[in-house]
């Protein structure tokens, strides 16, 4: 993906170097070790509240919208109660994540 849209990334992390998968804990430490820095200095930013529940035990943790996704039990991927109101942000879209941010 990143090549083919021509985006330039420092690095792009997987579980499976640490040879652990979501939810495990040991793939969000691995990745903090990994880029030299705290656990609490790391931020999850997904649209799966399931990958934001698993990396909340150690990693803040942002929540981005879909407003078109539809969840398998029919309703829309709209941010009310739980998981969303764990996350320490929930943003409509990446410009919102970006504003709460700075």
Do not use: N
Not at 37 to 45: G, H, I, N
Not at 78 to 90: K, L, N, S, T
Request: charged fraction near 25%.
């Amino acid at each position: 993906m990143a090549k083919s849209a021509s985006l330039p990334w420092d690095v792009v992390l997987s579980a499976e170097p640490f040879r652990h998968y979501k939810p495990d804990r040991e793939v969000y430490l691995g990745a903090a070790d990994l880029l030299g820095c705290k656990p609490a200095e790391l931020m999850m930013v997904a649209a799966d509240p399931a990958d934001l529940h698993a990396a909340r035990s150690c990693l803040r943790t942002a929540f981005v919208q879909h407003p078109l996704e539809v969840r398998p039990a029919g309703e829309p991927d709209a941010p009310a109660g739980e998981p969303f109101d764990r996350c320490d942000i929930v943003a409509r879209d990446f410009l919102e994540l970006a504003a709460k941010l700075a």
